[in-house]
């Protein structure tokens, strides 16, 4: 397993330290009005929410006893109830690399309504191995799955309660993540990490019908995203021979059947791997570029010539599923929240370039009307932000808890 087949494992995550005082209830039940947008964020093990006003800031804690991290992984339509991951502590020594550990650790699904507190364990029924995470909510009833046994991925279709699994994907074919549902809820895509590369695909919602639209040896094509109107897919490309850490990519896109291939940008010009933070309190996990309700795509555009802090050692085994020495003293140039057409490869910058700012994780809300994102300075924690979706109007929301930090921010649905 590689560098970003064991990252797709916590990509996207939103960790949070459980509390082991027993019981399955939440001790807060969070209410807000219907007109804020709420959004999920990370912050020191734990997952914030907050309105994008700023207000109603709280944080979740758990009452299961034996769970070391929880996280968010997707979204009901009802914008009430989201689907929960947690983590039984390491089942390692230390100095273990990461594969040999990490899918031996027990993991369990939930489903937690905000209102209410409620949390509900679910896909307990004919289990087929300890790690089980979260890829795609289909609908309100079917979930896809990813099944990890023996360090090696696949995923199947299930009922939320863990019955009627069907393989969507086959052993042996690649590690599959990232997945992807178009607007009209028929089809899927996602990436196959290969010992030749990564590849884009699009299937059905059962794994049928598959068809290849991106791949090239020595190439990783990373979390295709479908656009609003599910003609176009976009998604990253990097070369791993010439950046093993995988610090930075181009925005590429192509129609469904992969026709109609090209880079929207050059130069790898996207912030990949984000890293940040310092000696005592670091992180990272990677970017993905996101659509715009318009059909154009955000992304944090790399200055001139950057180089992160956190200088990723490809010379030595992977422990701690980051792999980095801290040489702020290297580190040069920043990025910067841009809006780019597709179609001509016009952009325009929604936060100013400064060089020693590091901006991330831009996604619109439902509406499209505002920006999250996150900023931190150069060795610097970050903190989360919102915009309007010109880039107008930028204002702090937190900086997480005592200040120490703000990651993988996500809207809630409308």
Known sequence: MNLHSRR???????????SALGGTACRHSVRFAASRRRLFFTSQGKT????????????????????ATWQPTGFFKDGRRVLMLSMEPRRDGPGRPFEQYYTQTPTHIWIHDLDTGSLE??????????????????????????????????????????????????????????LSLSPDGQRVA??????????????????????????????????????PNGDWLAFQDCEPAKDPGHDWSD????????????????????????????????????NVVQWTREGRLLFP??????????????????????????????????????????????????TPPAPGVWDFRS???????????????????????????SGGSPRELTRGIDGLGVDHPRWLPS
């Open 8 to 18: 797709g494992f916590l990509s996207a995550a939103l960790v949070l330290s459980a």
């Open 48 to 67: 914030g929410l907050i309105a994008s006003d700023g207000s109603g800031l709280r944080y979740l804690e758990f009452n299961v006893p034996n769970q």
């Open 121 to 178: 364990e679910v896909a307990t029924r004919d289990r087929m191995a300890v790690f089980y995470t979260p890829q795609l909510l289909i609908n309100d009833h079917r979930i896809l799955m990813q099944v990890a046994k023996k360090g090696s991925g696949q995923i199947y279709s299930m009922n939320l309660d863990g019955s009627d699994a069907r393989e969507f994907t086959r052993a042996g074919e690649g590690f599959p993540y990232g």
């Open 190 to 227: 996602f990436h196959l990490a290969t010992g030749g590369g990564y590849q884009v695909w699009v299937s059905d919602l059962e794994g049928g019908n598959k068809r290849q639209v991106a791949a090239r040896p020595g190439h990783i094509y990373f979390a295709p995203t479908w656009a």
């Open 251 to 286: 925005v590429c896109v192509c129609r469904p059947d992969g026709s109609e291939f090209r880079s929207v940008t050059q130069g790898a010009a996207m912030w990949f791997g984000a890293t940040y933070g310092d000696a005592e309190h670091r992180g990272g996990g990677s």
């Open 301 to 350: 555009r790399r200055l001139p010539d950057s180089k992160v802090a956190w200088e990723y050692q490809p010379q030595r085994p992977d422990t701690d599923h980051f792999n980095r020495d801290f040489k702020p003293e290297l580190a040069r140039g920043g990025t910067h929240i841009c809006r780019i057409d597709p179609r001509g490869g016009d952009w325009e910058a929604l």
């Open 363 to 389: 996604s619109p809300s439902g509406r499209g009307d505002q920006i999250v994102f996150c900023r931190a300075a150069t060795g610097g924690r970050p903190s989360l932000w919102v915009m309007n979706e």
